[in-house]
Nanobody, 121 residues
Framework: QVQLVESGGGLVQPGGSLRLSCAASGSIKNIYAMAWYRQTPGKQRELVALISGAASTNYADSVEGRFTISRDNAKNTAYLQMNSLKPEDTAVYYC???????????????WGQGTQVTVSS
């Protein structure tokens, strides 16, 4: 079993900062990639940032320069540092990871339960 647990969400004023964490646990051989998505009611889930196994990163245009994704391989944890937050950043943020368990050749995709981020004045 593999689980992804997000933490760090909450209420913050515009211009403020939050740091989200995503901890992967369970039977893990390796993690190919980790990513953060976000979703608001009635809208498609949006890729916010991703980090590959080689530590290459990609960001949505709307967060480029404000958000930073990173990972701690020893802890199987990804982070999303969110600075200069805007009201339009309000969403449920989900962690996603591509993980290969021991004995399985093809990796699976896993989702966390989501954490609410609300940016409001």
């Amino acid at each position: 079993q593999v689980q992804l647990v997000e933490s760090g969400g909450g209420l913050v004023q515009p211009g403020g900062s939050l740091r989200l964490s995503c901890a992967a646990s369970g039977s893990i051989k390796n993690i190919y990639a980790m990513a953060w998505y976000r979703q608001t009611p009635g809208k498609q889930r949006e890729l916010v940032a991703l980090i590959s196994g080689a530590a290459s990163t990609n960001y949505a245009d709307s967060v480029e320069g404000r958000f930073t994704i990173s990972r701690d391989n020893a802890k199987n944890t990804a982070y999303l540092q969110m600075n200069s937050l805007k009201p339009e950043d309000t969403a449920v943020y989900y962690c996603n990871a591509v993980i290969a368990p021991p004995g399985q050749r093809v990796p699976d995709r896993y989702w966390g339960q989501g954490t609410q981020v609300t940016v409001s004045s």
